[in-house]
T-cell receptor, first 114, second 113 residues
Framework: GAGVSQTPSNKVTEKGKYVELRCDPI?????LYWYRQSLGQGPEFLIY????????DSGLPNDRFFAVRPEGSVSTLKIQRTERGDSAVYLC????????????FGPGTRLTVL | KQEVTQIPAALSVPEGENLVLNCSFT??????LQWFRQDPGKGLTSLLL?????REQTSGRLNASLDKSSGRSTLYIAASQPGDSATYLC????????????FGQGTRLTINP
């Protein structure tokens, strides 16, 4: 079956602009996660959804970052007033129903802020 | 706060060798540990998941062990091949961690033909 998909694969924007990154989880997976990976580092947690609600947003770095999952499937990560330090690969993962299950990752969106 | 460390940061070995990658974590109260592979410019591919009650998991030439009490896991790769070249990441979900994975920085593995 289809895995986790993310669009766009690459996004180049200018400092101060607004961007949206999209994640389509594996069908039927109720848990969805966003992580951010800087060059040479392991991914760092941003936010976790169980269904439509954000169960844990403790990893969002500041209030310029926001994520939604209105129908419990597709999720959008939104970044306002982008800064050069936001440049990274943004990874999305999903896992089956609640519980501490295996997480399956998408290919990521490489964001470059000029 | 959970911290995960992977040693070595990089490893280069000739084809055919057996090798071990190490992962350590500071808080032994975990639900599970997951090993991933990441190819350059790509996302993460899950290799093995070990639940906290398990000691090891095997998949083909890969064997992962878990010693929760000492905060250690190893990934053993048998008969390495050039196609095994990638970055290998381990990650844990802590009891205090609300289902989020905490990752190490990875080991960059190169298998030389």
């Amino acid at each position: 079956g289809a895995g986790v998909s993310q669009t766009p694969s690459n996004k180049v924007t200018e400092k101060g602009k607004y961007v949206e990154l999209r994640c389509d989880p594996i069908s039927g997976h109720t848990a969805l996660y966003w992580y951010r990976q800087s060059l040479g580092q392991g991914p760092e947690f941003l936010i976790y959804f169980q269904g439509t609600g954000a169960a844990d947003d403790s990893g969002l770095p500041n209030d310029r970052f926001f994520a939604v999952r209105p129908e419990g499937s597709v999720s959008t990560l939104k970044i306002q007033r982008t800064e050069r330090g936001d440049s990274a690969v943004y990874l999305c993962a999903s896992s089956p129903a609640s519980g501490y299950n295996e997480q399956f990752f998408g290919p990521g969106t490489r964001l470059t802020v000029l | 706060k959970q911290e995960v460390t992977q040693i070595p940061a990089a490893l280069s070995v000739p084809e055919g060798e057996n090798l071990v990658l190490n992962c350590s974590f500071t808080d032994s109260a975990i639900y599970n540990l997951q090993w991933f592979r990441q190819d350059p410019g790509k996302g993460l591919t899950s290799l093995l998941l070990i639940q906290s009650s398990q000691r090891e998991q095997t998949s083909g030439r890969l064997n992962a062990s878990l010693d929760k009490s000492s905060g250690r896991s190893t990934l053993y790769i048998a008969a390495s091949q050039p196609g095994d070249s990638a970055t290998y990441l381990c990650a844990v979900i802590s009891v205090q961690g609300a289902q989020k994975l905490v990752f190490g920085q990875g080991t960059r593995l190169t298998i030389n033909p």
